[in-house]
């Protein structure tokens, strides 16, 4: 296990969870927010998306009260993506995405709480200096979850993320060191 907090476990994505990744990235109220709707996964689309030995993300399932419920993964932000969201000559900026996969847990705090455990283990562990993720604008569930996380809004991405058919704006957002951590609710 990478954490224990609260109920919730984060531990390295291994090659049996290709049955959980398939099952959450087939169901359409998943799709809706993450992949988009149009882009269903099946067992052989999970194992090459999320086990690609070229992606340097580390990926992991998360579990609350001992039932495995999502998808989390961080990655340092390499020279491309630095440059993009104006972070160039900025160290120790990490990267990451996550979702719940299991419906039942949504709306519960769950997802506050994986992103709040993320920024801890990412500032320990890493060093992270800035955390930075990049939901599509209309998500104002996820935005509001990341903001009680510790995350604000930076900018917003135009037509930055293909969903469903077009490209969609997205929200950059930062947790910088402890610059937020008191906005936290």
Not at 70 to 81: A, N
Not at 156 to 175: F, I, Q, T
Request: aromatic share 14%; hydrophobic share 35%.
């Amino acid at each position: 296990m990478h954490i224990l907090r609260n109920s919730l476990a984060i531990r390295p994505l291994h090659i049996i969870d290709i049955s959980l990744l398939a099952k959450w990235l087939s169901n359409p109220e998943i799709l809706f927010y993450y992949e988009g709707r149009d882009n269903a996964f099946d067992k052989e689309k999970a194992r090459k998306v999320f086990f690609n030995p070229l992606d340097p993300a580390q990926k992991c399932i998360f579990s609350y009260k001992e039932k495995p419920i999502g998808y989390v993964q961080y990655y340092e932000l390499d020279v491309d993506e630095k440059t993009e969201f104006g972070y160039l000559g900025k160290q120790q900026i990490y990267g990451m995405d996550q979702f719940i996969g299991e419906t039942a847990y949504w709306n519960k705090g769950i997802g506050t709480l994986l992103v709040q455990t993320m920024v801890q283990l990412l500032k320990k562990e890493k060093q992270a200096e800035m955390i930075v993720m990049d939901p599509q604008a209309w998500n104002e569930r996820a935005i509001r979850c990341y903001e009680k996380g510790g995350f604000q809004k930076v900018k917003v991405l135009p037509k930055h993320e293909w969903h469903e058919g077009s490209y969609r704006d997205c929200w950059l957002m930062e947790w910088r060191g402890d610059a937020y951590e008191n906005t936290a609710t």
